[in-house]
């Protein structure tokens, strides 16, 4: 069918900053202006989204191969038009207490002023509202430009956001007054507003801009088979474009609904920092800090109209929650999923990093650092479309390691420029002088990941059930091959699939895949040639040196059959090689 996305954008920014210098201050006031407009024609998701998990046969490649998809999702094309004005002022005091002790005092104010759709194509979830705007839509969907008193806002639906101001503190103090010792902290509080692009173009997936379906249990060859279509295909969909069509536009049941939370708020990320420096001899210098921020209100979005499971069996003995019969146990069975954009969503990270450095003498540099460190969070999908956690009722269950967790890390890096061996002697120098060596040793311990179940258990429609655990996942890695731990990189036998109505009672990010090492190495010569005016630099670059193999994580999906537990993927590249020759004159 093609895919002809058209967009035009415009982002004009202006800005200015004044600094006096009084005495012991350096202040700075400042502001900034940011309006951005935006405008897309898309065609995303015109010819459908197939999935399937094995519920069929047991297998999700059989399944594929029948045709047996566990969900469906097809669209229409849609349209926006957007704008968005962001300004921000700020003021900061760089104060030399004394020679040993300097403060930086700070103050930033950024009012939040959410994206303006010229059509009002936004959304808003309001049980039992009815829409002015269109006669005919859904129960419970309000519009932008709607007049219903239970609107945050009528024209943009996110309030604006006027109590935005961000601290800023931080310190530097040379406790000896030597030089030698240095202590240095911070605090600052930074403003994350959701600015135009794809993350605010969710308002549009909403009847009757843009129809958007779900069925479940289905076959490719049919998709629209199923209730509540029952073979009565929804598209081809051509949206409304004046006033009179709005007050007639029918809509279907069974649609996706997309709205904003009534408490939208601009997200935030506290840091805080405090390390010491102590310069030892003439070129080491040694330093160790904490380093921490915590994220609030972060941006995502949940589905909270899941399926409710119901327990039993009919009369005639079948079970009362199937995954064909999902949609009838919706919470709002005359809708599809309820997308509910939000920021409800938060972090922390807290870090202990150590480095080591060696400024340049005989012609050797060395830096090293190693960190420990660990992010907690709430794991679910930091953007738009997302399904939100396991559980809608319960989120804080889905709270736990963050994917980007890396616990250790080492990266250390060396230049080292070789001494002149012969100082005269134009022939032998120019062989033996200029000779140069460089490398960088990275190593950090894996990174987590989730036992899904791969299946519908739950019956809740959301997906993201995990297995149930039954006992323990560690191997002992040491006593095992390499192709051993990629068969095998867990105890896939402590897994199962979770019991029929239950999210799973494995945790999120419970399990580490591979640690990654890696070395790269670089041998340079520089010949000085023509009366040493000009320079020939021969480089030689060896990257993975060692042509270490480093795996990504394993297959953690229980549905996937042998291939649950194994390792397929393969993160680094083998040994490269390269050379160069640059003359420069």
Do not use: C
């Not at 949940?302 to 019969?325: C, E, K, V, W």
Request: aromatic share 12%; net charge positive; hydrophobic share 35%.
């Amino acid at each position: 069918s093609g895919f002809n996305w058209r967009n035009g954008r415009n982002n004009p920014d202006i800005s200015d900053e004044l600094t006096i210098i009084r005495g012991k201050h350096t202040v700075s006031i400042g502001g900034d202006y940011q309006y951005s407009q935006i405008w897309n024609r898309t065609p995303y998701g015109i010819d459908g989204a197939l999935s399937f998990n094995g519920q069929f046969t047991g297998n999700s490649i059989a399944d594929f191969l029948l045709g047996d998809m566990n969900t469906f999702t097809q669209q229409s094309t849609n349209a926006e038009d957007l704008r968005q004005s962001r300004p921000a002022f700020y003021l900061q005091d760089d104060y030399k207490v004394r020679p040993t002790l300097t403060l930086n005092i700070g103050l930033r104010y950024e009012p939040y002023f959410p994206y303006f759709e010229t059509k009002g194509r936004e959304g808003f979830w309001a049980p039992g509202q009815q829409s002015t705007r269109f006669p005919n839509a859904t129960p419970g969907l309000l519009f932008a430009f709607d007049n219903n008193p239970v609107l945050p806002n009528k024209n943009t639906i996110i309030n604006k956001g006027w109590k935005n101001f961000a601290p800023r503190l931080g310190f530097a103090w040379d406790p000896g007054g030597t030089g030698r010792w240095s202590v240095r902290g911070g605090y600052g509080l930074f403003y994350n507003g959701l600015s135009i692009g794809i993350r605010t173009i969710r308002g549009i997936y909403n009847q009757p801009f843009t129809r958007v379906f779900t069925v479940f249990s289905t076959n490719i060859a049919q998709p629209y088979a199923v209730a509540p279509f029952n073979g009565n295909a929804p598209f081809p969909y051509s949206a409304p474009t004046t006033p009179a069509e709005e007050k007639t536009v029918t809509f279907s049941p069974g649609a996706n609904v997309v709205g904003w939370d009534r408490n939208f708020a601009t997200p935030y990320t506290q840091s805080y920092t405090l390390s010491v420096q102590r310069m030892f001899g003439q070129n080491w210098l040694v330093q160790a800090g904490y380093i921490g921020s915590k994220t609030t209100k972060q941006f995502d979005s949940h589905n909270i109209n899941p399926a409710i499971y119901i327990p039993g069996t009919n009369a005639s003995g079948q079970p009362l929650s199937t995954t064909a019969n999902t949609q009838a146990r919706r919470v709002y069975p005359t809708i599809g999923n309820l997308e509910i954009e939000s920021t409800d969503a938060y972090s922390n990270y807290n870090s202990l990093q150590m480095g080591v450095d060696k400024r340049t003498s005989k012609g050797l540099t060395i830096m090293g650092s190693y960190v420990y460190s660990k992010v907690l969070g709430l794991n679910v999908p930091l953007g738009e479309g997302g399904g939100g956690t396991r559980s809608p009722f319960l989120p804080n269950l889905d709270y736990g390691v963050m994917p980007e967790d890396i616990t250790h890390r080492v990266i250390s890096s060396f230049i080292y420029q070789m001494p002149r061996w012969v100082s005269d002697g134009k022939a032998l120098a120019r062989v033996t002088n200029g000779w140069g060596t460089e490398g960088i040793v990275n190593w950090q311990s894996g990174v987590p990941f989730t036992v899904r179940s791969g299946q519908d258990n739950s019956r809740s429609g959301i997906g993201l059930d995990t297995a149930d655990q039954v006992g323990d996942a560690s191997l002992l890695s040491g006593d095992r091959s390499l192709q051993n731990k990629l068969a095998k990189w867990f105890n896939t036998a402590a897994f199962q699939a979770n019991a029929i109505g239950t999210i799973g009672s494995t945790g999120i990010n419970t399990l580490r895949g591979p640690r990654l090492t890696n070395i790269d190495l670089a041998l340079t010569k520089s010949t000085k040639v023509f009366k040493d005016q000009q320079n020939v630099l021969f480089r030689a670059e060896f990257f993975n040196l060692l042509n270490h193999p480093n795996f990504g994580n394993p297959n953690s999906n229980l549905s996937s059959g042998a291939q649950f537990g194994r390792i397929t993927t393969n993160v680094g590249t083998p040994r490269n090689i390269e050379f160069s020759l640059r003359y420069s004159f």
